[in-house]
């Protein structure tokens, strides 16, 4: 029998400006502008990006202050290579290298749209609620 081949790697660091914008653009994500990436991505603490082959096809990034606070950020997969564990590969990257790097007691948060919480539990996270409440403003 034939082993399963699998088209797909990962790689560490943060996605270029173009794969950034338009992973997402295609997964359904806010568009942001080119200024606004190009002063964010450097600011990175972990990031991994999924290719197909040499396609960038997802992506996931951790930000913060390195120390006392972590922002689980970016989480997408394009969709014609969606229900195929990538977002799972993505957030199983992030959260071995928060583990590895990050100190005790540091707070991880994340921001889930809709039924990817389900996905986010599988990895310890929590609803804050009722004990806070996740607020945000757009500038």
Same mark, same amino acid.
């Given at each position: 029998?034939?082993?399963? @081949?699998?088209?797909?790697? %990962?790689?560490?660091?943060? =996605?270029? !400006?173009?794969?950034?914008?338009?992973?997402?653009?295609?997964?359904?994500?806010?568009?942001?502008?080119?200024?606004?990436?190009?002063?964010?991505?450097?600011?990175?603490?972990?990031? !991994?990006?999924?290719?197909?082959? $040499?396609?960038?096809?997802? &992506?996931?990034?951790?930000?913060?202050?390195?120390?006392?606070? @972590?922002?689980? !950020? $970016?989480?997408?997969?394009? =969709?014609?290579?969606?229900?195929?564990?990538?977002?799972?590969?993505? &957030?199983?990257?992030?959260?071995?290298? %928060?583990?590895?790097?990050? =100190? $005790?007691?540091?707070?991880?948060? %994340?921001?889930?749209?809709?039924?990817?919480? @389900?996905?986010?539990?599988?990895?310890? @996270?929590?609803?804050?609620? =009722?004990?806070?409440?996740? &607020?945000?403003?757009?500038?």
């Amino acid at each position: 029998m034939k082993p399963d @081949f699998n088209p797909y790697s %990962l790689r560490t660091g943060s =996605p270029s !400006v173009e794969t950034y914008l338009r992973l997402r653009v295609v997964s359904g994500l806010s568009a942001k502008t080119v200024q606004a990436a190009e002063a964010g991505l450097p600011n990175t603490w972990h990031g !991994v990006t999924v290719l197909c082959g $040499d396609e960038p096809v997802g &992506m996931g990034r951790v930000i913060g202050d390195g120390g006392c606070f @972590f922002q689980v !950020v $970016d989480i997408c997969v394009a =969709p014609e290579h969606q229900g195929r564990g990538l977002g799972k590969r993505i &957030m199983g990257e992030l959260v071995g290298e %928060l583990e590895r790097r990050a =100190p $005790d007691g540091a707070y991880v948060s %994340l921001i889930a749209d809709g039924d990817a919480r @389900f996905l986010y539990e599988k990895f310890g @996270f929590r609803q804050t609620a =009722p004990a806070s409440v996740g &607020m945000h403003r757009t500038v």
